[in-house]
């Protein structure tokens, strides 16, 4: 059973940046894991998806071009750098990631997909 921790939320002003982490223990040979973020009344939504092996990437359409999902897997850490942040962007931010053997296609922006989250990490990005 794999656990996972994220790091790195805070407070910024728009336009900053922050670097939230994910370190994974347990089991660690996932072929995927994802960033995904709630917003207060809102669904819990997709942000980024990374292929472990292949080093793929897949963003949502609302931070295309401002995150990057990397991972660092002797460290089983996984990252989302975030700039130019938005008031919009303002959540909890939560890694995933499937129970062992799990494949899906890509994106893997389902939250189905996913068997394992963190406790989440908060995001708040004032205007």
């Known amino acids: 059973q794999a656990q996972l921790a994220e790091s790195g939320g805070g407070s910024v002003p728009a336009g900053g940046p922050l670097r939230l982490s994910c370190a994974a223990s347990?089991?660690?040979?996932?072929?995927?894991m994802g960033w995904f973020r709630q917003a207060p009344g809102k669904e819990r939504e997709g942000v980024a998806t990374i292929y472990l092996r292949s080093g793929s990437t897949y963003y949502a359409d609302s931070v295309k071009g401002r995150f990057t999902i990397s991972a660092d897997n002797d460290k089983n850490t996984v990252y989302l750098q975030m700039n130019s942040l938005k008031p919009e962007d303002t959540a909890m931010y939560y890694c995933?990631?499937?129970?062992?053997?799990?494949?899906?296609?890509?994106?893997?922006?389902?939250?189905?997909?996913?068997?394992?989250w963190g406790q989440g990490t908060q995001v708040t990005v004032s205007s």
């Open positions: 347990g089991y660690t040979d996932s072929y995927f």
């Open positions: 995933a990631a499937p129970r062992r053997g799990r494949f899906v296609a890509p994106p893997a922006m389902r939250l189905d997909v996913y068997n394992y």
